[in-house]
C-alpha cells in the first residue's frame, strides 16, 4: 500500500522567505494524481495543487508544485502572512486515497 | 456558489452508532463522486470514503470497513455516512468533500464543508 511522507514536519520561515515542502511516495506514482492541500486551524482544507504542477482555480503564482516518480514538491516563493498553515500532499488515482502526515509552516 | 454542510455529529458512546449527513448546493450533485475524511484533533487527513456520482460504487478505508458505509440520495442532493461500532479512534471532525471531475473518482476534492465534531466516548 502506498505511503506519503512528507518533510520536513515543521518549517519555521519568516514572511518573504521561499518555503519548500517534500512528498516522497514509497513507490514510483503518476504525477497526474497527486494533489498538494492548504489548511489553516479551524478549517477545512483547500485545493491548493492538482496533477502535481496545476495550480487550483484563484491559486497565488506563488505556489507551485513539481516532481515525479517517488518525489514531488510543494514551493511557496516569497510567503504572505496568510501563507502559514499546515500543507498536506494526497494520491488520488485510486483507493485508499492517501494523504501525507502533513508540513506545518509557521513564522519564524 | 458551492456548498457543503455537514450534520449529524456529536458524543457517541463506544460501540454505538450515528449517521452524518452532509447536504450539498450549487452544482449538480448527481454528477460528481463524493468522499468522506476525518482529522482526529491534532492530527492529520485521513480518507474514509468514496462514493460514486450514481452511488453504485463506493470505497472505504481498511480502518472503518464493515463498520460504515457510504451513501448518498441524489434526489435530496444529500451524502451520508453511517457510522457503527464506534471506537474511541473514530473520534475526529468529519469532513465531506466534493471530487473536481464529473463522474471520476480519480480526481482531487475542490470543495470541502466546514466538517462535524464526532465524540466517541464513555
Known amino acids: 500500500e502506498l505511503v506519503l511522507t512528507q518533510s520536513p514536519g515543521t518549517l519555521s520561515l519568516s514572511p518573504g522567505e521561499s518555503a519548500t515542502v517534500s512528498c516522497r511516495a514509497t513507490h514510483s506514482v503518476s504525477g497526474s494524481y497527486l494533489a498538494w492541500y492548504q489548511q489553516k486551524p479551524g478549517q477545512a482544507p483547500r485545493l491548493l495543487i492538482y496533477g502535481a504542477a496545476y495550480r487550483a482555480t484563484a491559486i497565488p503564482d506563488r505556489f507551485s508544485g513539481s516532481g515525479s516518480g517517488t518525489d514531488f514538491s510543494l514551493t511557496i516563493n516569497g510567503l504572505e502572512p496568510e501563507d502559514f498553515a499546515v500543507y498536506y500532499c494526497q494520491y488520488y488515482e485510486n483507493s485508499p486515497l492517501t494523504f501525507g502526515g502533513g508540513t506545518k509552516v509557521e513564522i519564524k | 456558489d458551492v456548498q457543503l454542510v455537514e450534520s449529524g455529529g456529536g458524543l457517541v458512546q463506544p460501540g454505538g452508532s450515528l449517521r452524518l449527513s452532509c447536504a450539498a448546493s450549487?452544482?449538480?450533485?448527481?454528477?460528481?463522486?463524493m468522499t468522506w475524511v476525518r482529522q482526529a484533533p491534532g492530527k492529520g487527513l485521513e480518507w474514509v470514503s468514496s462514493v460514486s456520482g450514481p452511488g453504485g460504487t463506493t470505497h472505504n478505508a481498511d480502518s472503518v470497513k464493515g463498520r460504515f458505509t457510504i451513501s448518498r440520495d441524489n434526489s435530496k442532493n444529500t451524502l451520508y455516512l453511517q457510522m457503527s461500532s464506534l471506537r474511541a479512534d473514530d473520534t475526529a471532525v468529519y469532513y465531506c468533500?466534493?471530487?473536481?471531475?464529473?463522474?471520476?473518482?480519480?480526481?482531487?476534492?475542490?470543495?470541502w464543508g466546514q466538517g462535524t465534531l464526532v465524540t466517541v466516548s464513555p
Open positions: 468533500a466534493k471530487h473536481d471531475i464529473r463522474q471520476q473518482l480519480a480526481s482531487p476534492f475542490d470543495y
Open positions: 450549487g452544482f449538480t450533485f448527481s454528477s460528481y463522486p
